[in-house]
């Protein structure tokens, strides 16, 4: 279900069957993607729902939209700090203001009501950076310490509770953009790996690079909004995951991840194939 809203997706964005195609059978064998079907994770059903929600905010449904978005809550807790931040870039690219900015509300008052009146806070407070076992608290104190008689002004400037979680959050969020994340090893929880794998195949490794160029380019270039679309979703997708400490780096709270990633991999195939049907007619 998810291969063909992602196709809709693909082809309401772009306007590019091709690219549409590619997108939808990268992700049909994309080892992340398999590996969290497989495993009948949450997150696999909520990535659906931020896709199809994706699609009909796009389509002009705001409210089927925002039906889905809020059902991605219920399934898996990253959704609820994916989707608001992601509905910051719809709201500019779609540009209707009024009932964008309506609909996220509306959005917003679910997720709260989903907070409040359930246990939903429970395990995303035990492995927030901010639970950190021996954390930033402990971190202040001995760098505090350290400082001996420095003025106290000066010690709180340079040690602080906002510099020590947004380093502590720079790290988590760091461990989810890396070559051996995607190509090597894969990430955590170990049951979830595949021996000798990573999240992404090797090819990738050639595609992705080129992919998310064309994609940064064209954006900035053309200000293009679409391209710096998923750019933004590709950023964005690592923040659910980087918020927490335990088993970095997370293929479930980072599942957000894969939409933009697979784009940017079909960007870059793309432009493989445009590449050779050149040299062809160069040679030709």
């Avoid at 090597?184 to 160029?213: E, I, K, Q, S």
Wanted: hydrophobic content about 55%; aromatic content about 14%; cysteine-free.
């Amino acid at each position: 279900a998810t291969i063909v809203v992602f196709f809709l997706l693909i082809q309401t964005l772009f306007k590019r069957e091709l690219l549409a195609l590619l997108a939808s059978l990268f992700l049909a064998i994309s080892p992340w993607h398999v590996t969290i079907s497989r495993a009948t994770s949450e997150s696999v059903i909520a990535l659906f729902f931020v896709i199809l929600g994706t699609w009909l905010w796009l389509s002009g449904r705001l409210r089927t939209a925002a039906l889905s978005f809020v059902a991605s809550f219920l399934f898996y807790h990253a959704a609820r700090v994916f989707v608001p931040i992601m509905l910051i870039p719809l709201i500019i690219y779609k540009q209707d203001f009024r009932k964008s900015l309506i609909t996220f509300a509306a959005i917003l008052l679910s997720l709260f009501l989903i907070l409040s009146l359930s246990q939903g806070l429970g395990r995303p407070a035990s492995v927030s950076i901010l639970n950190t076992p021996g954390g930033w608290q402990g971190i202040i104190k001995q760098q505090s310490g350290e400082d001996g008689i420095q003025n106290p002004l000066i010690t709180r400037f340079f040690h602080n509770k906002l510099y020590s979680i947004g380093r502590a959050f720079l790290t988590s969020y760091g461990t989810h953009y890396t070559g051996e994340f995607f190509f090597l090893t894969g990430g955590n929880p170990v049951r979830y790996r595949v021996p000798w794998m990573g999240t992404m195949y090797m090819l990738d490794l050639l595609l992705l690079p080129v992919g998310l160029a064309i994609l940064l380019a064209e954006g900035l270039k053309k200000k293009n909004g679409v391209y710096l679309l998923i750019i933004a979703w590709f950023l964005i997708g690592g923040i659910p995951s980087g918020l927490t400490w335990e088993d970095l780096p997370n293929i479930q709270r980072a599942s957000f991840m894969i939409p933009a990633l697979i784009v940017g991999s079909a960007f870059g195939a793309l432009e493989l194939i445009n590449l050779t049907k050149r040299y062809r007619k160069l040679a030709i």
